[in-house]
């Protein structure tokens, strides 16, 4: 009998929706990497052949095509891409982001070197022009990289100003058992509560090398799923991660992040989805989620006035 084949040790997967120009760089960017036990599966959420020619035309059996039976929409085919192919590992990989020759080197070695690791991710680089080819192969033989063993010490990470980059973040396929994407709950910010799930029973680590680059977005397009109430349901779960009642550090770092990034978020939710910026402000005071003394956004004085008029 014929010994069994054993799949790739890692499976990628590329979401794709009607932008072969920048799937085609992405692609190559990945079949020039230095490791290359993995299979690549373009998962195609359009209804065109581009797709699937483009991969005829490469020849490589380690490149395959999928159409989606149904449109899913870029969160969800997102998703679907996490948890597909049979490899050990896992990554689902943006169509217009690039990767460097040796991040698939650095983080499968993460991934071998650490049992308990539930993923590795790359700290978020992003680009408006292309890196340059001697920025894709730039050698990094002992790759920095953070381990946070616990989901309150990668809450502080975010915190202190760390950003995993959500599609780059190689997966071990055991960790995603159990683990369910709260689509509802959090809207588009649904990565970092999916990835905080894994951490309940596995530790994570974030390169710090410029091994992985996110292509910028100048419109919010991409936010148009998310609304107020996620954003506060994401900043709750910051919260209630931290131990209670925070101590001096974790106070300082949770409402100083909050001060900012509720009012950016804020500013990037589409109108429909958005309350009032009053409305907003007082449920992050009264949630504990938002403290006037560390915002420059909305000041002690202002908040006093909205709930002396009772809005």
Same mark, same amino acid.
């Given at each position: 009998m014929a010994p069994a084949i054993r799949p790739p040790l890692l499976s990628i997967t590329i979401p794709c929706y009607h932008n072969l120009d920048q799937a085609r760089?992405?692609?190559?960017?990945?079949?020039?990497?230095?490791?290359?036990?993995?299979?690549?599966?373009?998962?195609?959420?359009?209804?065109?052949?581009?797709?699937?020619?483009?991969?005829?035309?490469?020849?490589?059996?380690? #490149?395959?095509?999928?159409?989606? !039976?149904?449109?899913?929409? =870029?969160? &969800? +085919?997102?998703?679907?891409?996490?948890?597909?192919?049979?490899?050990?590992?896992?990554?689902?990989?943006?169509?217009?982001?690039?990767?460097?020759?040796? @991040?698939?080197?650095? =983080?499968?070695? #993460?991934?071998?070197?650490?049992?308990?690791?539930? @993923?590795?991710?790359?700290?978020?680089? *992003? $680009?408006?022009?292309? /890196?340059? /080819?001697?920025?894709?192969?730039?050698?990094?033989?002992?790759?920095?990289? +953070?381990? @946070?063993?616990?989901?309150?010490?990668f809450v502080r990470g975010i915190l202190s100003g760390l950003e995993p980059m959500f599609g780059s973040v190689v997966y &071990? &396929?055991?960790?995603?058992?159990? #683990?369910?994407?709260?689509?509802?709950?959090?809207?588009?910010?649904?990565?970092?509560? $999916?990835?905080?799930?894994?951490?309940?029973?596995?530790?994570? =680590?974030?390169? &710090? *090398? !410029?091994?992985?680059?996110?292509?910028?977005?100048?419109?919010?397009?991409?936010?148009?799923?998310m609304s107020t109430e996620h954003i506060l349901h994401l900043f709750t779960l910051y919260r209630t991660t931290l131990p209670t009642p925070l101590n001096p550090r974790d106070r300082a770092l949770f409402f100083t992040y909050s001060g900012y990034w509720l009012f950016m978020l804020y500013r990037l939710t589409a109108p429909a989805q958005r309350s009032t910026l009053r409305r907003f402000v007082v449920q992050a005071w009264r949630r504990d989620l938002y403290n006037p003394r560390w915002s420059r956004g909305y000041g002690r004085k202002r908040l006093l006035a909205l709930m002396l008029t009772g809005q």
């Amino acid at each position: 009998m014929a010994p069994a084949i054993r799949p790739p040790l890692l499976s990628i997967t590329i979401p794709c929706y009607h932008n072969l120009d920048q799937a085609r760089r992405c692609v190559a960017s990945i079949l020039a990497q230095t490791w290359t036990d993995f299979d690549l599966t373009l998962a195609d959420d359009g209804d065109g052949d581009d797709y699937r020619e483009y991969v005829a035309s490469l020849g490589d059996p380690r #490149v395959r095509y999928q159409r989606n !039976p149904i449109r899913l929409g =870029a969160m &969800r +085919n997102m998703f679907q891409a996490i948890g597909a192919g049979a490899g050990k590992y896992t990554l689902a990989f943006h169509e217009d982001d690039l990767l460097g020759r040796h @991040f698939l080197s650095a =983080a499968v070695g #993460v991934l071998e070197s650490h049992p308990s690791c539930g @993923f590795v991710a790359a700290e978020l680089r *992003e $680009f408006i022009t292309d /890196p340059s /080819p001697e920025q894709l192969a730039g050698r990094t033989s002992d790759p920095g990289y +953070n381990l @946070f063993e616990s989901p309150a010490d990668f809450v502080r990470g975010i915190l202190s100003g760390l950003e995993p980059m959500f599609g780059s973040v190689v997966y &071990r &396929r055991a960790a995603l058992d159990g #683990v369910v994407a709260a689509h509802d709950e959090y809207g588009t910010l649904v990565d970092r509560p $999916f990835l905080m799930g894994i951490m309940q029973r596995w530790s994570a =680590a974030v390169l &710090r *090398e !410029p091994l992985a680059w996110y292509r910028h977005h100048g419109d919010n397009a991409r936010h148009t799923g998310m609304s107020t109430e996620h954003i506060l349901h994401l900043f709750t779960l910051y919260r209630t991660t931290l131990p209670t009642p925070l101590n001096p550090r974790d106070r300082a770092l949770f409402f100083t992040y909050s001060g900012y990034w509720l009012f950016m978020l804020y500013r990037l939710t589409a109108p429909a989805q958005r309350s009032t910026l009053r409305r907003f402000v007082v449920q992050a005071w009264r949630r504990d989620l938002y403290n006037p003394r560390w915002s420059r956004g909305y000041g002690r004085k202002r908040l006093l006035a909205l709930m002396l008029t009772g809005q």
